[in-house]
């Protein structure tokens, strides 16, 4: 009796340390366990979002609503465009097409969330809704990288090889490359959500963020988290720098190719079927890895809520305009299009 009062009162005066139970187990593990089942378990998480300033909450819902609607309405007008226009239908616009759906489902899973948290009282988020969250983003995103390495690799071939460009991308492995692309990143993503909400959560629901976004979920971990950030470190590299590191290759080649042709002329056409997706890989590359590949991804909240707007919002609304106001086939497509529509 008197151990385990002993042990009883080193437990209340040692309640906040979630340790504690290693030191206690060999003697009273039955009473660990009680103790462990008194624990409140998070069932939702508050996402603060930009509560921090009621002052803007207008200006912020007007504003993200606007970019929402064009990055809808441009990445739609894309696809119509590349669907409709004969001189569109090369592996290179069809890659398009399918980058600037996943980019519409991309900023559907966290827009239309964060102007509904604005306008509520409180950004209450199941934990349930919350991992779908997660993994609808990380599915898009994830897919977004594939395909940029995709489009990467089809720039190499046409201007590297040219005259195997038909033979090696047949339509048939234009769509392989595709699929290839959303059964990988859908296979990692899952099992990289079930790993992360596997977790027990306890203490603080409150996420300091717009959406469910991953390092400031695993803050709120009753566990140990080393494995999971390591595994978010290294899931990262292979969804982002090894595709980054291909389409460095890639650009590498191609770079070398242009600058070995004697016309002036077809240097300029060449490289200007290149700039507008290296400027979209370049903006949508960068903000990820500053987010998802640092040495201490828990560094800071505030600074991390502030990039995520980069690749959430600002990438998304630039990469349509990139690819319409630096291409000179879709910009010509664009004027034929009304004519096509009402007739």
Known sequence: MRKYSEIQIFHTSSQTDNTHADFIMSADTQYIKTEKSNITTITEFILLGFSDVPQLKWFLFGMFFLVYLAILMCNSIIILVTRMDPALQTPMYYFLNNFSFVEICYVTVTIPRMLMDICAPKGNISLLNCAIQVWFFFTFAGIECLLLTVMAYDRYVAICKPLLYALIMNHRVCVQLVAASWVSVILVVTAQTYQIFSLSFCGSNRINHFFCDVPPILRLACEETFANNL??????????????????????????????????????????????????????????????????????????????????????LLNPIIYTLRNKEISAALSKLPKKLLT
């Open 231 to 316: 595994a978010i470190f290294i899931v990262s590299a292979v969804l982002i720098m090894v595709p980054f590191l291909l389409i460095t290759v890639s650009y590498g080649k191609i770079i070398c190719s242009i600058l070995q042709l004697s016309s002036a002329g077809g240097r300029s056409k060449a490289f200007s079927t290149c700039s507008s997706h290296l400027t979209v890989v370049v903006l949508y590359y960068g903000t990820f890895a500053i987010t998802y590949i640092r040495p201490n991804p828990n560094a800071s909240e505030g600074v991390g809520k502030i990039v995520s707007l980069f690749y959430t919002v600002l990438s998304p």
